[in-house]
C-alpha cells in the first residue's frame, strides 16, 4: 500500500435523509458511517458524489459550513448519475470526495457589505451555502436581499425553509418570483432578470448570482444597468468535470480550470476568460 | 505518379468554380513535406494555384467529408473522387448520407497511392519525395538520394486493387479502367489455412497493439451513425480505452461487423491506423464470406443496391455448416 | 564519465536488469517500442517510439481503486501497491522534457500518488539523438537533441556508448555496472554533440519559432480566423493525443465486474465530441473548439499556467502519424505567420 | 466423481416463440439438461445482437448457443433468416479470429421440441467442456 492520501480515492458516505423539494429536485443528507461529516467546507465548494459501476459527478454542497453535523446536496434529476440518486432510499452509502474548487469569498470581499443573492431554479443550490453561512455570522454583513425564481411554485427549492426561517430574519429581504401566474401563488410573477430590475438595487452591494445561462445573461445586464459594476457580481460555474482537481483536462475554459479556480468567479475574471462556456 | 496531371485538375476546378457550377472545391492542400498532404475546401483561384495538390501521396476518401460539407449551405461542392472513392460514395447515397444535388463530382484515374511509411521503413529523414519511370526517389538527409520501385512502396490496398473503374461522376477525366481481378482475398485465404491457434495468435499480436484513437473508424466512410454504439454511455459497452485485452477484440469485431455488407474496401482504416493494424483483412473477411455464402457482391456498386445483411433467402447457409467450410479450406 | 563497448550492450543491459526492470526500444512489426529486456531484446536502431514513453508513468489505463457494493454498503478498497524500481533505457532528450510537463500537471497539489509511485521508481536513461528527422522540432522548444536530460545520460558513437549520471538515482544505477564500464574523457562526446548540432540545424523545421505563443496570449489566438480552416479536415480521432508524450487529459469509468466495481482511469482525448459533454449542454460544440483546445492549451494556456513552458516537445509524433496529416507546426506556422504578415 | 469437476457456463439465447416454449416443455417433462445453461428470453432470436454475445463471453460464459424457431416459422415471418445470416458471418469471424467455433452455436427449436432442447444443450455443452474455459474471449477483470 502507498502510504499517501490520494485525493481520487473517495470516503464512503451514508444518505441520512432525502427531501423532496420539487418535482426533480431532492435534497440529500450525507454523513460518514460513523455518523460525523465527511470534510469542511467553504461556502460554494464542492464536492464529487458517486455511486460505484453508475458514475461520478460534482455537486456544490447546499449546507452551510456552519452546520457542523451534517452536509446537503440539493440535486435536479437530469442525467445517469442524479437520475440514480433520486431513486436512492435513506440508508444507502454512497462515495464523496471533497472539497474542491475556490470558495466565495465571504470573510474577505464579503465581509462588511451588503449582499445581493440572486438565484434562478436549482441555482438557490449552491447559494443557500453562502445565505445560511451569512444568515450564521449576520453581524458581519449589511443588508442582505435574496431574489429568487423559478417556473412554479412547486419548482422552488428550500421552500419551507425560506419561509420559515430566511423570512423572519431581521434585514434579510427576501424576493421570491415565478414565471407564470398559479392559482395558489399571490407573490410576484415574471422573470428573475426583470424583477430585478423592477426592485431597483442601489449598486453600494455585492450581488451573487446562480442560474440557468440565459437569467445569468439578462440579470448581469440588468445589474448593469442598476450601476454595478462587473467587479461586485459573483457567480458560480459549473463544467463536466471528472478529477475535480484540476488534472484530467476537460473543464478549463481557456487556462482556467473551473474544479480548481472556479467554481466561483468575478465576472470581471469571467471577461478575461475566452467565450466558450 | 498519376497519369493525370496537377494543372489538369487545378483548371478543371477554376473553370467550374467561375462558371458556377460550384462554389468551393473539396481538395488535397500541401502540406510541409511531399507526404503530408490535408484535405481541404478551396473557394477561389489563388487558394488552389497556391496550395491544391495532386500526387502520390493523396491517399484521402473524401466521399466522407460530403456529409459534413453538403450539410453546410446551398452551394454545390465539387469533389475530386479515385475509382475506390467512387464506390464510397455510391454507398454513401445508397444510405442517403448527402444531397447528391449539392455535389459536383469529378472521376480522376489513380495509379495507386504510395504508402510513406514504406519509404521510412528504410530511409531516414526525408526531406522530398520524387519520382520517374516507376522509380521513387527519396532525398534524404542522411543517406542521400534512396531509390525505390514503385510497386514496393504501394499499400495493400493499391497493390491489390479492386478496380480502375470510376461507378459514379458528373465528369471524368482522363479515361474510365476495369473492374480488376486483384489478389485482395489472398491474404484472408492464408489466414483461414492456418490452425485456430495460430490465427489467434496472430491476431492477439495485431489487435494488442490498438491504442483505441478510433480514427479506422472516424475515417471510415461506411462509419457514419451520429452516434457510435462505443461512445455511447448507455451501450453498456463504451470503452475509451482497451481496459483488457477483450476490448480490442470487441471493438474491432464489432466495428468491421457493422460494416460489414457496406464496407465498400476502400482501405482507409488501415491507411489511418497508426499502428499498423491490418484491419482492411477484417472486412475483407466479411466481404469474402458474403460473395461465397450469398453470391458476389460489391458495396457501392451501384446505388440502391439491397445489403446481404439485410437480406435473406429461404435456403441460406447455416451458421454450423458456414465454418465448417472453413475447415474444408485448410 | 563511463563508456562501454557497443558490442557489451548485453552486458549492460543484463547488469541493470538485476537491480531494475529494464526497458528499451525495440523493433517490432509497427515500428520500435519499449519491451521489458528479457535477454534476446535488441535495441532499436530507430529514431524514436512509435508510443510515447508516458506510459510507463501514466498509463493508458490503470485501475484506481476497487469497490465492494453490498445492498446499500460500499466499501472502497485501496489498490495501490509500492511500484518496483525500474530503468527506461534510451529515452530521447525531447521525451526526457515531456516527463517534465507531466510532473508540474500530476505532482502539483494535490499529487497524483499513482503517477509519484511510479516517477520515484523509475529511472530515465536518456539517449541523444544521432539522426533527427525531417519531423523533429524540440529546439523550437529549448530542448538539445545533443544533450538530454535523464537520471543518466548516454550518447552512442560508432563503437562505444558514453554514460554519465545526473542525478542521485542515476548514480545509483551507474554503481550498478561500475564493473563492467571504463572511465572515459568527454572528446568522443563531444565531438559527437557537435555532429549532431551541426545536423539539427540543417533540419526542414529548424526554422520553427514558438515565439508567438505563449503566456497570456488567449485572447490574441482564441478567435483567430484561421482555426476553421486548420480544423476542417480534422477526424476528431485521438490518435495524436494517445502519441503525444504530453497529452495527459483522462477520463475516471467505472466497470462492473459482476462480483465488484472497479473504477480505472483510461487517456481521453480532448478531441472527441464527448469529452466535455453534459447532461446540461456541450461546451465544445463542434470540432473547432476541440481542435482549437488541444493547440491552445500547448501554446497557450499550458505556459500561462506554468512559468511560460510549452506543453509541445517537438517530437513529431503527430506530424507522422495524423491520418489527414494536420498538426502543430503546421498550427504555429499558420497562426504565427499571419501574424507576421 | 471429481469434486471440482469443470462445469462450463453457457449461456442460451431463446426466441419467445418457439424455443423458449421448447425449454419450457424440457422442463415440464422432467427431462434433464446441465443445470449451468443459463436461459436469456429474447422476443426474437434476431433480437441477439452480435455484442450479446461477446459481452456473455466477457462476463464468462464458455459458450454461447441461440435457439430460435425453425427456418420459415418464424412469429415475425423473417427474423430468424436474419440471425441465420448474421450469425454465419459472426461466427465465421469468430473462427477467422481463433476462437473456438464449438464455443458459439444456433439451432433451431420449435415450441414442441422439448426432447431436442434438452439434448441440444447436453451436446453442446459437453462439447464446450471439452475446449475447457473460455480464455480467448475472457475478460481478466471479471474473473472471480
Known amino acids: ?70 452536509m446537503e446536496f440539493s440535486i435536479k434529476k437530469c442525467g445517469c448519475v442524479t437520475e440514480w440518486l433520486h431513486s436512492m432510499e435513506v440508508g444507502q452509502q454512497i462515495t464523496i470526495r471533497g472539497p474542491y474548487g475556490r470558495p466565495f469569498p465571504v470573510d474577505t470581499e464579503f465581509a462588511g457589505h451588503d449582499l445581493l443573492f ?106 448593469q444597468e442598476l450601476g454595478f459594476d462587473k467587479t461586485q457580481v459573483y457567480t458560480t460555474m459549473e463544467l463536466r468535470m471528472k478529477c475535480g482537481i484540476g488534472k484530467c483536462g476537460r473543464c478549463n475554459i481557456g487556462s482556467k480550470y473551473v474544479c480548481k479556480d472556479g467554481p466561483v468567479f468575478r465576472f470581471d475574471e469571467i471577461d478575461e476568460l475566452p467565450d466558450e462556456y | 505518379m498519376q497519369e493525370i496531371k496537377r494543372e489538369v485538375l487545378v483548371n478543371k476546378a477554376k473553370e467550374l468554380l467561375s462558371d458556377g457550377t460550384v462554389d468551393r472545391v473539396l481538395g488535397w492542400k500541401r502540406g510541409e513535406f511531399d507526404y503530408d498532404v490535408t484535405p481541404g475546401v478551396f473557394r477561389s483561384a489563388e487558394e488552389l494555384d497556391s496550395g ?148 489467434f495468435a496472430f491476431w492477439q499480436g495485431e489487435l494488442s497493439r490498438c491504442i483505441r484513437c478510433n480514427a479506422c473508424r472516424d475515417v471510415c466512410p461506411a462509419c457514419t451513425c451520429e452516434k457510435c454504439v462505443f461512445d455511447n454511455p448507455d451501450s453498456g459497452v463504451e470503452n475509451k480505452a482497451a481496459a483488457d485485452s477483450f476490448e480490442e477484440k470487441m471493438f474491432h469485431i464489432i466495428r468491421a461487423f457493422h460494416v460489414a455488407g457496406r464496407c465498400t474496401d476502400c482501405g482507409e482504416c488501415s491507411r489511418v491506423c497508426p499502428q499498423h493494424i491490418p484491419l482492411h483483412l477484417l472486412n475483407r473477411k466479411f466481404i469474402k464470406d458474403i460473395d461465397e455464402f450469398y453470391g458476389e457482391y460489391q458495396a457501392g456498386a451501384e446505388v440502391g443496391s439491397r445489403a446481404p445483411v439485410v437480406n435473406y433467402t429461404t435456403d441460406d447457409i447455416e451458421p454450423s455448416q458456414a465454418v465448417e467450410r472453413g475447415e474444408q479450406n485448410a | 564519465m563511463r563508456k562501454i563497448s557497443l558490442d557489451r550492450l548485453d ?50 489505463t490503470e485501475n484506481l481503486m476497487d469497490f465492494k457494493v453490498e445492498g446499500k454498503n460500499i466499501e472502497v478498497i485501496d489498490t495501490r501497491s509500492e511500484c518496483g524500481d525500474f530503468a527506461v533505457f534510451g529515452v530521447r532528450a525531447c521525451d526526457v522534457k515531456s516527463f517534465d510537463i507531466l510532473d508540474r500537471v500530476f505532482l502539483s497539489d494535490p499529487v497524483d500518488s499513482y503517477y509519484k509511485n511510479r516517477r520515484e521508481h523509475g529511472v530515465i536513461i536518456s539517449l541523444a ?52 564500464t571504463e572511465d572515459a574523457d568527454s572528446a568522443a562526446v563531444d565531438a559527437q554533440k557537435k555532429l549532431i548540432e551541426d545536423r539539427l540545424a540543417k533540419l526542414p523545421l529548424a526554422e520553427l519559432s514558438a515565439d508567438a505563443f505563449g503566456d497570456g496570449k488567449t485572447s490574441e489566438f482564441f478567435n483567430a480566423p484561421e482555426w476553421s480552416e486548420l480544423s476542417e479536415a480534422c477526424l476528431g480521432c485521438g490518435t495524436c493525443t494517445f502519441v503525444c508524450p504530453t497529452c495527459q487529459c483522462y477520463d475516471i469509468k467505472d466497470f462492473n465486474t459482476g462480483h465488484g466495481v472497479k473504477r480505472f482511469r483510461c487517456w481521453d482525448s480532448c478531441m472527441y465530441s464527448d469529452f466535455t459533454k453534459m447532461s446540461a449542454g456541450q461546451p465544445r460544440l463542434t470540432q473547432l473548439e476541440r481542435f482549437r483546445q488541444r493547440f491552445m492549451h500547448k501554446l497557450v494556456y499550458y505556459p500561462t499556467n506554468n512559468d511560460g513552458l510549452f506543453s509541445c516537445v517537438g517530437c513529431g509524433r503527430c506530424v507522422a502519424k495524423c491520418p489527414i496529416h494536420m498538426n502543430i507546426v503546421k498550427v504555429m506556422k499558420k497562426l504565427g505567420g499571419s501574424k507576421n504578415g | ?131 475447457g474455459e473460455n480464455k480467448r474471449l475472457e475478460d481478466l477483470r471479471c474473473k472471480k
Request: glycine letters at 8%; proline letters at 4%; aromatic letters at 10%.
Open chain 3, 129 to 180: 539523438c544521432t539522426k533527427p528527422a525531417e519531423t523533429c522540432f524540440c529546439h523550437t522548444f529549448g530542448i538539445d537533441a545533443a544533450s538530454p536530460e535523464g537520471d543518466v545520460v548516454c550518447h552512442k558513437t560508432e563503437d562505444a556508448l558514453y554514460m554519465e549520471a545526473r542525478s542521485e538515482k542515476g548514480e545509483k544505477l551507474m554503481s550498478a555496472v561500475s564493473d563492467i
Open chain 1, 1 to 70: 500500500m502507498v502510504d499517501e492520501r490520494e485525493a481520487l480515492i473517495p470516503k464512503v458516505g451514508v444518505v441520512t435523509d432525502i427531501r423532496i423539494d420539487t418535482p426533480d429536485v431532492k435534497t440529500f443528507r450525507v454523513v460518514t458511517p460513523d455518523g460525523k461529516k465527511a470534510f469542511e467546507h467553504r461556502p460554494g465548494q464542492c464536492a464529487m458524489l458517486s455511486i460505484p459501476g453508475v458514475g461520478e459527478a460534482m455537486f456544490s454542497i447546499t449546507s452551510s459550513p456552519t452546520n457542523t453535523e451534517f
Open chain 2, 52 to 199: 491544391f495538390v495532386w500526387g502520390d501521396f493523396c491517399g484521402a476518401n473524401f466521399s466522407k467529408y460530403l456529409v459534413k460539407e453538403t450539410a453546410k449551405g446551398e452551394g454545390r461542392v465539387l469533389v475530386f473522387l479515385k475509382p475506390c472513392d467512387t464506390y464510397s460514395f455510391n454507398q454513401l447515397l445508397t444510405e442517403h448520407r448527402f444531397d447528391r444535388e449539392k455535389v459536383y463530382a469529378l472521376g480522376v484515374p489513380c495509379n495507386g497511392m504510395l504508402d510513406i511509411s514504406r519509404i521510412k521503413e528504410s530511409a531516414e529523414g526525408i526531406v522530398s519525395v520524387c519520382e520517374e519511370d516507376g522509380k521513387v526517389t527519396a532525398d534524404t538527409l542522411y543517406d542521400g538520394k534512396k531509390t525505390f520501385d514503385r510497386d514496393a512502396l504501394l499499400p495493400d490496398r493499391c497493390s491489390n486493387c479492386k478496380s480502375k473503374k470510376h461507378v459514379a461522376y458528373d465528369e471524368l477525366l482522363g479515361s474510365d479502367g476495369e473492374v480488376l481481378d486483384s489478389g485482395r482475398f489472398d491474404e484472408v485465404e492464408k489466414l483461414e489455412k492456418m490452425t485456430a491457434d495460430e490465427r
Open chain 4, 1 to 131: 466423481m471429481q469434486v471440482n469437476e469443470y462445469k462450463p457456463l453457457i449461456v442460451a439465447f431463446c426466441c419467445n416463440w418457439c424455443s423458449y416454449a421448447g425449454a419450457d416443455l424440457a422442463g415440464n417433462n422432467r427431462l434433464n439438461y446441465p443445470a449451468d445453461v443459463k436461459i436469456i428470453r429474447v422476443p426474437c432470436s434476431c433480437r441477439v445482437n452480435p455484442m450479446f454475445i461477446l459481452r456473455a463471453f466477457q462476463r464468462g460464459a464458455d459458450g454461447v448457443i441461440i435457439c430460435g424457431c425453425h427456418p420459415g416459422d418464424c412469429h415475425y415471418t423473417s427474423g430468424n433468416y436474419y440471425t441465420r445470416r448474421r450469425m454465419a458471418l459472426l461466427f465465421s469471424m469468430l473462427d477467422y479470429l481463433g476462437i473456438e467455433r464449438e464455443r458459439t452455436r444456433v439451432e433451431w427449436v420449435s415450441a414442441a421440441e422439448g426432447a431436442k432442447f434438452a439434448a441440444t444443450m447436453k451436446d453442446f455443452a459437453e462439447k464446450v467442456a471439452s475446449l
Open chain 1, 118 to 223: 440572486i438565484a434562478g431554479g436549482i441555482g438557490l443550490a449552491p447559494l443557500r451555502s453562502v445565505i445560511n453561512y451569512c444568515r450564521h455570522y449576520r453581524d458581519r454583513y449589511g443588508k442582505i436581499d435574496i431574489v429568487y425564481g423559478s417556473r412554479s411554485k412547486q419548482d422552488l427549492v428550500d421552500y419551507d425553509e425560506i419561509i420559515s426561517e430566511w423570512k423572519n430574519d431581521d434585514g434579510i429581504n427576501v424576493h421570491l418570483t415565478i414565471d407564470r401566474e398559479q392559482p395558489e401563488w399571490d407573490g410576484h410573477v415574471g422573470f428573475v432578470p426583470n424583477y430585478v430590475k423592477e426592485l431597483g438595487f442601489t449598486n453600494d452591494k455585492i450581488a451573487v448570482l446562480c442560474g440557468p445561462p440565459v437569467m445569468i445573461k439578462f440579470t448581469l445586464s440588468g445589474l
Open chain 3, 11 to 60: 552486458a549492460l543491459f543484463a547488469a541493470i536488469s538485476k537491480a531494475y526492470t529494464l526497458y528499451i526500444p525495440t523493433d517490432t512489426k509497427a515500428g520500435a517500442k519499449f519491451e521489458k529486456w528479457h535477454g534476446e531484446e535488441r535495441l532499436s536502431d530507430a529514431l524514436n517510439t512509435v508510443r510515447s514513453p508516458k506510459d510507463f508513468f501514466f498509463p493508458q
